[in-house]
């Protein structure tokens, strides 16, 4: 199944409130997928030492094994320091449940995910639908700047990013329906 990214803010800020309401755990590991584009992997490897009153974070990516340096949006940034405030350096951020210090596993993080397209009837979701809306959002707010949506992304071609983030796709759809003979 291909996911899409969530296009609507409404649904998005409709989504945080829930999360933020019922489980702060799931709404820091949704914010840090919608504000800095990281994959669902990345997220899960991260301990409350690599945010805690940071202004960014600086990770290896694990798929592309590449160095990235990502500034925190001062949203996030807020919902981190309140997350982070009472929790030891050394735990997860996005820490499980069962076992000792253990995160959340990638199956969990994507039935968390699942689940919140169901309550919120989204079709075509899962974890990397948070990179993608963080993509398909990133590249709007830069006035189309498709090559900051590429590095920030870790794209090699801005092609693959345009299709990534599905906005050739919906171009096209809307084009589509405008055409008139």
Known sequence: MKVEPIRDKDTIQNILQYLKSTNKRNYIMFMIGIYTGLRIGDILRLKIKDVKNKQGLRIKMQKVSKDIEIAFNPILKRSLDEYCADKDTNEFLIKSIEGYNKAIDKS??????????????????????LRKTFGYHYYYSTDKDIVAVQLALGHRDSST?????????????????????
């Open 108 to 129: 969990q993080a994507y039935r968390i995910i699942k689940d919140i397209g169901e309550k919120f009837k989204l079709d075509n979701i899962g974890t990397h639908s």
């Open 161 to 181: 990013t345009l299709r990534y983030i599905g906005v050739l796709q919906s171009n096209i759809n809307a084009s589509i329906k405008k055409l008139k003979y």
